[in-house]
C-alpha cells in the first residue's frame, strides 16, 4: 500500500521535476492517515470514472446478478432465523405486559429500522466484500489489472465502478429481501402460540411503521452498499506482496467494512433523529 | 527532461525507444541507476540479468506501469511521463506487452482473453472478424484446441503461449518480452523464439527481450545487453559478448 502511495506521489513530483525519495517508516497513525488519504483519493477516482464515458453496463450487470445469486441463500437463512428468534425472544415481556398484540409491531420496527439493515450489510461485508477484495488482490498480484492497463482499458472503470456500482444498488434490494424473510420468520413465530392470520399479522406489524423509519433505514442501505464495494476494490486493487496480500486484502476489506457500517449507521440514527424532531 | 517542446525535433529518427538516464529506486533502494537504451525500428534487444536486478522494472516502465524517479523514456517520440491518459492509451495499443507472469485474466476463457484487446479498443467490432483472428492468433502458438477453456486449465507453458496470443493479436509495432520462453519445453521454446523472428520480418516491429535462455537470445537477438547494478554492464552481439574476457559477462555464457 505505502508502496503505491509512493508511486502516487512520486508521479507528481516527477512532474514538478523534483527530487523524491519517500523513506519513512509511518507510525500506526500516519498509516491511519495514509489509508484515509488512499481511499479518499479512490473514491475521487471512482467518481472522476463514474461520469465519464463508456458505460461498463453489461460488466455491471454481470456483477450485480454474481452477487445477488450468491448471497440470496445465506441472506434467506440468517434473515428468517433473526425475525424467528427476535419474536420467540420478545414474546415473554410483552405478555407480562398483557401488549402481546403488539408484538408484530414491535420486532417489524426494529427488523425495519435497525436490524435488518445492520445484519444484512455484515453479512454483505463478509461474503462480498472478501470476495471483491481477493478477486480483485489476485489480480493485482499475478499483473491482471497491469495487463488490462497496458491493453487500453482503464481498470478503475472496467472493475472498481461496476463493482461498487453494483453493491450500491444490489445491497439494499438484498437487505429489502432480507426484511421481508424476516417478517415470515416473525410470522412463523407468533403463530407457534396460537393463530393469527396473514392479513392481521401484516396490519399489526405495518401500523407502527411510519416514512421516517423506512425512509432513512433505506437510504442509510445505499450507504452500506457503496462502502462495502468501494473498501474491497481498494484493499484488492492496492493489494501487495503476493497470495500473502491477497489474504490481508480480503481480511481486512471485511473488518474496515464492518466497521464503517457500524459508523453510517450511527451517522444515520443521529441524522434521523434530527429529521424526526423537525418534522414535528 | 524539463523540454518537452521539441518533441517534434525526434520524428525524424528512427529510434522507437529511446531512454535516458532512466533511474529508479523502491524503498530507498535503487534499482535502476542510469539506464541508457535506444531501440531503432525493426531491432531485437535482448536483455540479459540476474534475477531481481530490474529488468521487468526497466519494461514497465516503458509502457508507463511504474514511474520512473528520474530521466527520459521517449515512445515513438514522446515523453511517456508527460503523456495524458488518451496519449497513453494511444501508445499502449502499439507497444505489446507480454508479462512474466502471464496476466491471463481468471475469469475469462481463452478465446474471451484474446478478444479483450481486440473489443476494448474497438478496433474491429465485426463478430466474425474477431473470430479469425482470435483463430489466427492461437493458431500461430499452436493452440486452436484450447479455445473454449479456462486458464486454471491451462498447464503453464500453454498458458504462456496463451499470453502470447493475446499480445500479438494486435499487431503491435513494439514488443516487450518478459521472459517469453521460461518454463518451456526446449522445443516450444525454439517456436517461441522463430516467433518472434516471423513477428519481427513479418511487421518490421521492435522488441526488447529479457530472457534467461540463452538459445532464445542467440536466435532473437540483433543486440545484447547486461544489466547489472542499475545500469547495462555490457552490450553486444551475441557472438561478441560470447568471446568478452570479462568474467562477469562470461559468467552468462557458460554453457553446460
Ligand atoms: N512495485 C514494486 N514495489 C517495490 N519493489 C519492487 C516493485 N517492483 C519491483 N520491485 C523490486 O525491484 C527489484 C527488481 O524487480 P524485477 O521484477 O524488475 O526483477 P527482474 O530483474 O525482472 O527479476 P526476474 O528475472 O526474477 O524476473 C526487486 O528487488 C523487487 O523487489
Ligand atoms: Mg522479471
Known amino acids: 500500500?505505502?508502496?503505491?502511495?509512493?508511486?502516487?506521489?512520486?508521479?507528481?513530483?516527477?512532474?514538478?521535476?523534483?527530487?523524491?525519495?519517500?523513506?519513512?517508516?509511518?507510525?500506526?497513525?500516519?498509516?491511519?492517515?495514509?489509508?484515509?488519504?488512499?481511499?479518499?483519493?479512490?473514491?475521487?477516482?471512482?467518481?472522476?470514472?463514474?461520469?465519464?464515458?463508456?458505460?461498463?453496463?453489461?460488466?455491471?450487470?454481470?456483477?450485480?446478478?454474481?452477487?445477488?445469486?450468491?448471497?440470496?441463500?445465506?441472506?434467506?437463512?440468517?434473515?428468517f432465523i433473526m425475525g424467528l428468534v427476535l419474536t420467540l425472544q420478545s414474546r415473554p415481556v410483552l405478555v407480562d405486559f398483557g401488549a402481546e398484540s403488539w408484538l408484530p409491531g414491535m420486532v417489524s420496527v426494529s427488523i425495519v429500522r435497525e436490524i435488518g439493515p445492520v445484519i444484512t450489510a455484515l453479512i454483505c461485508a463478509g461474503k462480498i466484500g472478501s470476495g471483491i477484495g481477493a478477486e480483485l488482490g489476485s489480480m493485482r498480484v499475478t499483473e491482471q489489472i497491469d495487463a488490462m492497463e497496458v491493453s487500453g482499458t482503464n481498470p478503475i472503470k472496467y472493475l472498481v465502478v461496476t463493482r461498487v456500482l453494483a453493491t450500491t444498488f444490489m445491497i439494499p434490494m438484498l437487505i429489502f429481501y432480507s426484511d421481508a424473510i424476516s417478517f415470515y420468520g416473525s410470522y412463523v413465530a407468533v403463530n407457534m402460540h396460537g393463530f393469527i392470520s396473514p392479513q392481521l399479522f401484516i396490519t399489526q406489524a405495518f401500523d407502527p411503521?411510519?416514512?421516517?423509519?423506512?425512509?432513512?433505514?433505506?437510504?442509510?442501505?445505499?450507504?452500506?452498499?457503496?462502502?462495502?464495494?468501494?473498501?474491497?476494490?481498494?484493499?484488492?486493487?492496492?493489494?501487495?506482496?503476493?497470495?500473502e496480500g491477497v489474504g490481508r486484502a480480503a481480511n481486512s476489506a471485511v473488518v474496515i467494512s464492518s466497521l464503517v457500517i457500524f459508523i453510517i449507521d450511527l451517522i444515520a440514527v443521529q441524522l434521523s433523529e434530527i429529521i424526526h424532531i423537525f418534522s414535528i | 527532461m524539463e523540454n518537452n517542446k521539441d518533441i517534434l525535433n525526434n520524428t525524424n529518427n528512427n529510434y522507437v525507444i529511446e531512454i535516458e538516464h532512466l533511474q529508479k529506486s523502491f524503498d530507498g533502494r535503487m534499482i535502476l541507476k542510469d539506464i541508457n537504451l535506444k531501440v531503432k525500428k525493426s531491432e531485437n534487444v535482448v536483455i540479459l540479468g540476474k534475477s531481481g536486478i530490474g529488468k521487468s522494472v526497466l519494461i514497465k516502465c516503458i509502457v508507463g506501469l511504474i514511474f520512473p524517479d528520474k530521466g527520459s523514456i521517449k515512445v515513438f517520440g514522446k515523453e511517456v511521463t508527460q503523456m495524458n491518459h488518451k496519449e497513453l492509451n494511444e501508445m499502449r495499443t502499439r507497444v505489446g506487452f507480454i508479462f512474466q507472469s502471464n496476466a491471463l485474466y481468471d475469469s475469462m476463457t481463452v478465446r474471451e482473453n484474446l478478444e479483450f484487446p481486440l473489443r476494448r479498443n474497438k478496433i474491429i467490432n465485426d463478430k466474425k472478424e474477431i473470430d479469425n483472428l482470435v483463430y489466427e492468433a492461437l493458431e500461430n502458438v499452436g493452440l486452436t484446441d484450447v479455445i473454449d477453456k479456462m486458464p486454471a486449465e491451462l498447464s503453464g507453458g500453454m498458458r504462456k503461449r496463451i499470453s502470447l496470443a493475446r499480445t500479438l493479436i494486435l499487431k503491435p509495432e513494439i514488443i516487450l518480452y518478459d521472459e517469453p520462453t521460461t518454463g518451456l519445453d526446449p522445443l516450444t521454446s525454439r517456436e517461441i523464439s522463430k516467433l518472434i523472428n516471423t513477428i519481427q520480418n513479418k511487421y518490421n516491429a521492435s522488441s526488447i527481450i529479457i530472457t534467461h535462455d540463452l538459445e532464445c537470445a542467440k536466435r532473437t537477438s540483433n543486440r545484447i545487453l547486461i544489466l547489472q547494478d542499475g545500469i547495462f554492464y555490457a552490450k553486444g552481439s551475441f557472438d561478441d559478448l560470447k568471446t568478452n574476457n570479462d568474467p562477469f559477462v562470461k559468467s552468462f555464457f557458460i554453457t553446460v
Open chain 1, 209 to 243: 411503521l411510519h416514512y421516517f423509519d423506512i425512509v432513512p433505514a433505506t437510504i442509510k442501505t445505499f450507504f452500506f452498499g457503496f462502502a462495502i464495494g468501494i473498501i474491497g476494490c481498494y484493499k484488492g486493487y492496492y493489494s501487495t506482496n503476493g497470495t
Open chain 1, 1 to 79: 500500500m505505502k508502496k503505491y502511495l509512493n508511486n502516487i506521489f512520486n508521479r507528481k513530483k516527477h512532474k514538478e521535476g523534483k527530487k523524491s525519495t519517500y523513506d519513512f517508516k509511518p507510525s500506526w497513525l500516519q498509516n491511519f492517515l495514509l489509508e484515509l488519504g488512499g481511499l479518499s483519493r479512490f473514491t475521487g477516482n471512482f467518481f472522476r470514472e463514474l461520469f465519464s464515458y463508456p458505460f461498463e453496463i453489461k460488466e455491471f450487470l454481470k456483477q450485480s446478478y454474481r452477487m445477488g445469486l450468491s448471497t440470496l441463500p445465506l441472506i434467506g437463512i440468517t434473515a
